[in-house]
Structures are given as structure tokens and as C-alpha cells.
């Protein structure tokens, strides 16, 4: 593992990081020498790769983390503090994109969304903002998507959901006061299986069409949130867009 500045030595959780942007972020920012704290509903998956990070040299711990429930995220960030002393970013990314037009009426699929992707944000808020504030140091950097600013059939409930995490990421940022620093991050077609969680046929293959033909991989977004990540203190960069070339 090779140590950058603005990164080495830092202490950083990742919500969501049993794969896809998740797993790329902290696989790139443990090469560049921070210590990660590894949150996700398949415990068996950050498991493993805290144990990849720890034979490759790195640092890094793993728990069950479901960020619809509060005591987790709270588990979360005391892990990185008994583990590491401290926690200087936490990366928000454990998301629910289960797209499908409203005339579905796949309720329960709309509550998951909202439950994972704005309460579990507000959940790491609440978990990390008084040891921010106690530290007098921290980062939140909140993934988000090219849905909240563009709405297009079949994602209302989804888009609605990162409309939200936008809006709460820029109050957050408006309250930190200059100590902390907030960044949003916003992928467009990544190569993940976003298109695998609609439960709706014609959607899911739409968008596994989409995927395969301009996707990105992860780890455009993951150097997207180590550039934000290695700023110096008084850099703060707020909102980042990553999309692929050929996305609409």
C-alpha cells in the first residue's frame, strides 16, 4: 500500500462496501493508505475484503451494517473509534434502487427505497456528526446519483429518494461550519447490479441493455471520492458528477 497525502493515515467508514462502488472505494483508498472501517448487510462479503486490505498490506475491519437501522450506523463509527482512535470521512453508499413504474404499486419496494436511501443517510448523520463535532475534524461524502437532477420514467420514487439526499447533503454542508467538510457524489450508469434490484422484467432488462452498452466501472466513482477525500482541511469540495460519455 503506498501512502498519498490527504489520505494516509486517515480513518474511514464505507457504508455499503460489500461490492460495486462500495468494495472500489475502499480497495482504492486503502492502497493510498487509509485505514478502513467496512459497513454492509452481507457481513461474510466485507469480511473478505478486509482480509484482501489486510494481506495487501492495508488496514481494515469489517461489521454487519444495515443502515435502515440507527444502532448500526452508531456500531459502525464506535468500531472505528475503538479500532483506530478515531474517524476522519464516512462514505455514504449502501443504496436501494428497486425502479419500476408507479403503476406497479410496489409499495414495499418504495418504502425500502426511502427506509436505505434517505433515512440510512440520516442515520450515518446522526451517528458521526457528534464525533465530528467532538474531534472538531470530519467528512461526510454521500453518493448520490445523476437521477437527482434528471427524472425519467419508471425512476419517480428513486429520483425523489436522491432529490432528498441532495437536499440534506447541502443543509448538512450549510450547518458544518468550517471544520467540516460535505461532498456529494453523483454516478450515472456505473457497472454494478443496480439493474438486477428492479423486480419489474422490462425495466430490468432496459437497464441491463443501458449498462452493458455505456457503463463505467466502480472505480471511476471511487477516484471521484479520493479526490474529494485527499483535499487539504480548508478544500472543500461539495459536488461531483461522473457519468459515462455517452450517457444522455
Not at 425500502?112 to 442515520?123: A, I, T
Request: proline share 4%; aromatic share 4%.
Amino acid at each position: 500500500m503506498r501512502g498519498v497525502p490527504g489520505v494516509e493515515g486517515k480513518v474511514v467508514a464505507v457504508t455499503g462496501a460489500s461490492g460495486g462502488i462500495g468494495a472500489a472505494t475502499a480497495m482504492l483508498l486503502a492502497e493510498r493508505g487509509a485505514r478502513l472501517v467496512l459497513g454492509a448487510r452481507r457481513d461474510e462479503r466485507v469480511a473478505e475484503l478486509a482480509g484482501r486490505i489486510e494481506k495487501a498490506g492495508g488496514s481494515a475491519v469489517g461489521i454487519r451494517t444495515d443502515v435502515t437501522r440507527r444502532g448500526d450506523l452508531h456500531a459502525l463509527v464506535a468500531l472505528a473509534r475503538e479500532r483506530f482512535g478515531r474517524l476522519d470521512v464516512l462514505v455514504g453508499n449502501a443504496g436501494s434502487g428497486a425502479v419500476s413504474p408507479l403503476d406497479d404499486l410496489r409499495v414495499d419496494e418504495w418504502d425500502r427505497m426511502v427506509d436505505v436511501n434517505v433515512k440510512g443517510v440520516l442515520h450515518g448523520i446522526g451517528a458521526a456528526l457528534p464525533v465530528f463535532r467532538a474531534q472538531g475534524t470530519g467528512h461526510f461524502v454521500t453518493v448520490a446519483s445523476t437521477a437527482a437532477f434528471r427524472v425519467v420514467p419508471d425512476m419517480a420514487v428513486y429520483a425523489a429518494t436522491k432529490v432528498a439526499v441532495r437536499a440534506l447533503c447541502e443543509g448538512l454542508r450549510q450547518e458544518a461550519g468550517d471544520r467540516l467538510r460535505v461532498t456529494t457524489v453523483s454516478p450515472g450508469f456505473v457497472a454494478t447490479g443496480f439493474a438486477e434490484a428492479s423486480s419489474n422484467p422490462e425495466v430490468r432488462e432496459r437497464l441491463t441493455e443501458s449498462r452493458d452498452r455505456i457503463a463505467i466501472p466502480p472505480e471511476a466513482i471511487a477516484r471521484a471520492i479520493a479526490y474529494a477525500v485527499e483535499q487539504p482541511p480548508d478544500v472543500d469540495v461539495n459536488e461531483v458528477v461522473v457519468r459515462p460519455t455517452a450517457q444522455a
